[in-house]
């Protein structure tokens, strides 16, 4: 992969995770083109004729709901804040699994970092 | 305690949570008038004297800001999912204590806990 295709695929990436955390606080217009372009994966020319706008504006929307998503991650800090906490967990993870306790009680500890780990889901 | 005292303080801890969890995206307005009612614990005269409008105005500035971060919260739940991370943190310690390890292999999952409870401090 080139490095060009790499950086646009993390970049994809890390808006997707910004979209999870911060969609509820998106207006309707800033949600709609985000998700045809990072998670349709849409082209600028499709979405202008979907949309009835001309390329440059679907371009300008999108930058604009991108930097939005930033601005609350430089606020609020939860997608940093889940990737500590989801490392925490790994690290305890590795940490009972070394202990080499009985299979009940290893289980037991386990299913308790899961609940941690999952507690968005509850 | 009456009652009533007793709901204005579980309210008053309710705001101060909020208030930690969604400072950030505060106007510079509503976090001034919500610290001067919840954490300085001002009256609304006093905060109406300091800031030269009328008491009608200052509780309207404060009902107001209490709204913004209660739909922080609809639409974010942070004090929610925060507290339920606490309680699986609980729990866990719990599970661990109950196992009657070797001190210092519990010490090392407790400490692992306590990362996961922290996160927001590293």
Known sequence: MKEHESDTLSKTNRINLLFDF?????????????????????TLGEI???????RQAVYEHIKRAEQVLESYESKLGLLAKHELLMRH?????????????PQEREKQLLAGIERLRDRTND
Chains 1, 2 share one sequence.
């Open 48 to 54: 202008a004729a979907e949309s009835g706008i001309s």
């Open 22 to 42: 911060y969609e509820p606080l998106l207006t309707e217009k800033q949600r709609t083109f985000l998700k045809y372009y990072f998670l349709d994966d849409f």
């Open 89 to 101: 967990a790994e690290e305890l993870t590795l940490t009972v699994k070394r202990l080499t306790l």
